[in-house]
């Protein structure tokens, strides 16, 4: 089903470390708003989705969210390879270093670890759509904080690429929900449930 391509979505070369911005940026790795979410997000959701179009949609951007896990993922790397112990104790980086070292691990930038609670997966088309299109604007605010506080072109290239993605698929999820929306039939809950309304 996945046909995966040896190299990122975007260049990330970042030669000076700095593990202050790492731990900001781990964030979009396993963070509430991250791409290891939204990934898992939009696989799960695809199941209930009524139109294949839309369906095949939330597949495209799941995989897509899937590259972009492993752009943050080679940017917190790449800010952390090369640390001396001086330099991890005085960013505040120990915590992280005692239990993961240098390894990449999905949390968020607080510390808290990645959680599946952290999206939702509802089975009705409309809801998860909606669910969609505010994950993808919480990642994009969630980058423009990043931006907020990263002054290196290196690493602010890369997160300006993924906040811009962001964009586009909240984007095409306003597409699909209207595709959704034109689509309903007497098997959907909205139509044929007026004591609802």
Do not use: C
Not at 185 to 190: G, H, S, T, V
């Amino acid at each position: 089903m996945f046909v995966y391509e040896k190299r990122l979505q975007f260049p990330v070369r970042i030669t000076e470390s700095n593990p202050e911005i790492a731990q900001v940026i781990i964030s979009q790795y396993g963070g509430p708003d991250g791409e290891a979410g939204a990934s898992m997000r939009y696989l799960s959701q695809r199941y209930a989705m009524t139109n294949p179009k839309v369906a095949a949609l939330l597949t495209d951007i799941a995989v897509e969210e899937l590259s972009h896990f492993e752009m943050v993922g080679a940017i917190v790397y790449q800010l952390t390879r090369d640390l001396s112990i001086d330099e991890i104790e005085r960013s505040g980086f120990d915590k992280y270093y005692v239990d993961h070292t240098t390894g990449i691990w999905p949390q968020a930038a607080g510390g808290v670890p990645f959680n599946a609670n952290q999206f939702q997966s509802k089975g009705d088309p409309i809801t998860d759509l909606f669910e969609d299109m505010a994950a993808e604007q919480k990642a994009r605010t969630t980058y423009d904080n990043i931006l907020r506080l990263v002054k290196d072109p290196e690493v602010a290239d890369p997160i300006k690429f993924l906040r811009a993605r962001e964009i586009v698929h909240f984007q095409r999820f306003g597409e699909a929900l209207r595709i959704v929306q034109e689509d309903l039939d007497f098997k959907n809950f909205y139509a044929f449930n007026p004591a609802f309304d």
